[in-house]
């Protein structure tokens, strides 16, 4: 992916947040003309979204498909681990209370597709009354395309968005200790501890310490080691880098981290950063639009974009993605598809897109000039999406239980940032997994 984006001024920055403010975007909306929208006009569907920038997006346009269709919308955000835990304990059931599910690609991939649990969505996509014309096959990203599709070529849900993992970085509090923009793990933990200054409240580094949600930052170093935690079904877990890449979490977290990290997922995080007291953030590049946004930030104009730096074996930018689908429990199941494929439309994506919520799969919305004008967020921003994109990675095992995977590997981490040694933790938590791993494969 290669894409040239417009510098945008702070003047610019606010007057594209104003114009993302109206009901639509000029010039944006989709030749929805063929479509028969009205068709389930008066139907009310239940739509299930993981709490996320990219669920605000599509809650705070809502009222526009709903004016387009007639089809009303019941959309429910949720924290995304007990989002995953409700859809499945619902869809293990068979009816399920809702008929659209976000989805969390990296997480929930091959076990909604070996349970059936979605609806195939390909018939509809063929369909020219139910889908606009410009929705082809070929204008997702690859990457979206592998996430979507299973082995047989069938659509489980539509892609919707693909999130690099950055470093976030305080120019102002680097340039009071005098320190650059680290360009590998080692000056990632040099300047980490530079920066952090514990009499004044400030720390160098801030990541997801809680259980579970650990586990995603760990993997993203061992990218940087050279190795990935599952390859060809064999766990890689208990591994050199693997104990390496855990070493660095530990030192990062304890030396670095403000105090009661373990207990932070990615919104404690992302506050810490908006307080203006953490040096760097590693965090997904689609949580971005609060830093920029005076209302809520203490750090607007002084917010650094820099990618993930290189590690001893390889420079890898941690890869998630997440899509939209319908139930195979759902009674209603064509407007359910008409609100995803609205969901993830070109206007919807411009939106995404040009508020820095995230980066949509859509090559016509990353390729279309107009689009690329609106994009509000600093063009720092811009360009680390670029760069990410061209050494991009997979983050997390595409296997059945990886929700069991982040919580197995994600206890030993928290026991890790508690002063457990890492190589230890590390290989009774692959000891532990290893069953678990081999009984989903059977």
Known sequence: MSIKFITSTRRQFLAGSAALGAASITGLRPAFAAVDWKKHAGTTIEVNLIKSPRGDILQKYQKEFEDLTGIKVNAEQTPEQQQRQKAVIELTSGKPSFDVIHISYHVQKRQFEKAGWLADLTPFMKDPSLTEASLTESDFAQAGLDFAKDKNGRFGGLPFSVDYWIIYWNKELFAAKGVEFPKTFEEL??????????????????????????????????????????????????????????????????????????????????????????????????????????????????????????????????????????????????????????????????????????????????????????????????????????????????????????????????????????????????????????????
């Open 189 to 442: 933990v040099a300047a980490a501890e530079k920066l952090t200054d514990k009499d004044a409240g400030t720390y160098g580094f801030v990541a997801r310490g809680m259980k579970n949600a650990n586990t995603p930052v760990w993997a993203s170093f061992m990218l940087g080691y050279g190795k990935s935690t599952v390859k060809d079904g064999k766990l890689e877990t208990d591994t050199p880098e693997s104990i390496e890449a855990a070493k660095l979490y530990q030192r990062l977290m304890t030396k670095s981290a403000p105090p009661g990290v373990t207990g932070f997922n990615w919104a404690e995080c992302q506050s810490s950063f908006l307080q203006g007291k953490v040096g760097m953030w590693l965090d997904g590049i689609g949580f971005a639009p609060p830093l920029e946004d005076p209302k809520k930030s203490r750090v607007v104009g002084k917010v650094g974009y820099g990618v993930m730096p290189k590690g001893p074996g390889a420079q890898a930018a941690p890869t998630f993605g997440d899509g939209i689908g319908v139930t195979e429990g759902s009674s209603k199941k064509e407007a359910a598809y008409l609100y995803c494929q609205w969901a993830i439309s070109k206007e919807m994506g411009a939106r995404l897109l040009q508020s820095g919520s995230g980066v949509p799969f859509r090559n016509s919305v990353l390729n279309d000039p107009e689009i690329l004008k609106g994009v509000t967020m600093p063009a720092e921003w811009a360009s680390v999406l670029s760069e990410s994109a061209k050494v991009s990675q997979l983050c997390l095992p595409v296997i059945v239980p990886v929700t069991e995977f982040r919580d197995v590997m994600g206890v030993a981490l928290t026991n890790v940032i508690g002063g457990a040694d890492p190589a230890a933790e590390m290989k009774r938590a692959t000891e532990e997994f290893r069953p678990i791993l081999e009984r989903s494969e059977a």
